[in-house]
């Protein structure tokens, strides 16, 4: 089999592909700023390769992730290359919707992904750093 019927069948297999759009990061300081953003899911079996880059005129990240699916559990490493820090991911989920905790020394951020054919919104939860954002993605 090519590797394309391999990423229909594995459990990421709802998210492949790229994706773009839009939303809100709100800052530290309480204010909001809105913001694009591209993701991309590369599911290859069981593991996913993943990228989410947004930016706005003052404030961009780019986070990417390698996370393997076991069951309803789902667990791997992240990193954010504007910010040079990396940490674990775990969760659970299934068929495109997710729970997630994105952890580090002193940081910890709820990610919630969900997935309908071809729309998809992502919020983001943390407790330092930036304090969220909701991002709403098509693709």
């Known amino acids: 089999a090519n590797s394309e019927s391999k990423a229909q069948s594995g459990p990421f297999a709802p998210l492949a592909g790229s994706w773009s759009g839009a939303g809100t990061v709100t800052l530290d300081d309480g204010s909001t700023e809105r913001i694009r953003c591209r993701a991309r899911y590369a599911p290859i079996g069981p593991t996913m390769e993943m990228s989410l880059t947004c930016a706005s005129d003052a404030y ?3 986070l990417g992730a390698n996370v393997r699916a076991e ?3 789902v667990a791997g490493s992240w990193s954010e290359a504007s ?3 990396s940490g674990s991911l775990q969760g659970r989920g299934a068929g495109g919707n997710y729970e997630l905790v994105a952890s580090t020394a002193g940081f910890n951020a709820n990610i919630s992904l ?3 054919g071809n729309k998809q919104s992502v919020t983001m939860r943390a407790d330092s750093q930036f304090r969220g954002a909701n991002i709403s993605l098509s693709r």
């Open 114 to 116: 969900k997935t309908s």
């Open 83 to 85: 910010r040079n820090i």
């Open 60 to 62: 961009k990240f780019n």
């Open 71 to 73: 069951g309803g559990a």
